[in-house]
Antibody
């Protein structure tokens, strides 16, 4: 069964740091580009960051550039998001997602169940 | 950045209705568009990719069309399990962006 399981969320004070992890199973993780997508409470989806299968290409949203770092460990089938200098507006459910490709098109699949990050004093 | 504008933002409909959601891109994105369904407390689920290709396992009452800057998601006959929020997403270029969502509720 294809599965992505996020961990590492929780309550953190403004200015603090947190590291999210995503454990992949049921598919060849090293063949997939991966992403983090977040969703603030009651709001829409926001793409956060992407990393290619071999970590050569990394992209991040302007809202997190310089504060968040995406990385992966293919030997451990794991994706990470190091979040520094956290702000109240980073409060959200963070989803780990893969990139599926067919016929020249791609889309985000699979998805994890999400992990809540709350930034509050 | 490519902006995606969905309309309507909210839709009230009945079981059996045909509904259409529109997604407009601020610049051309060819067919690099996907549609997702999200239910409360759950992760999004892809319905359509490449603007018009139905993801495996998705009921055929869902269909997508369009290219360039205007796209539509159509549900031909609403079922109770279809009441959810729908998002379009462009994968033409970074930053990847999503529409603001269309919340579909039971009338």
């Amino acid at each position: 069964e294809v599965q992505l399981v996020e961990s590492g969320g929780g309550l953190v004070k403004p200015g603090g740091s947190l590291r999210l992890s995503c454990a992949a199973s049921g598919f060849t993780f090293s063949n997939y580009s991966m992403n983090w997508v977040r969703q603030a409470p009651g709001k829409g989806l926001e793409w956060v960051s992407s990393i290619s299968d071999s970590s050569i290409y990394i992209y991040s949203a302007d809202s997190v550039k310089g504060r968040f770092t995406i990385s992966r460990d293919n030997a451990k089938n794991s994706l990470f998001l190091q979040m520094n200098s956290l702000r109240a507006e980073d409060t959200a459910v963070y989803y780990c997602t893969g990139v599926s490709i067919a016929a020249g098109y791609n889309w985000f699949d699979p998805w994890g169940q999400g992990v809540l990050v709350t930034v509050s004093s | 950045d490519i902006q995606l504008t969905q309309s309507p933002s909210f839709l009230s409909a009945s079981v059996g209705d045909r509904v259409t959601i529109t997604c407009r891109a601020s610049q051309g994105i060819s067919s690099y568009l996907a549609w997702y369904q999200q239910k409360p407390g759950k992760a999004p689920k892809v319905l359509i990719y490449g603007a018009s290709t139905l993801q495996s396992g998705v009921p055929s009452r869902f269909s997508g069309s369009g290219s360039g800057t205007e796209f539509t998601l159509t549900i031909s006959s609403l079922q109770p399990e279809d009441f959810a929020t729908y998002y379009c997403q462009q994968l033409d270029s970074y930053p990847i962006t999503f529409g603001q969502g269309t919340r579909l509720e039971i009338k």
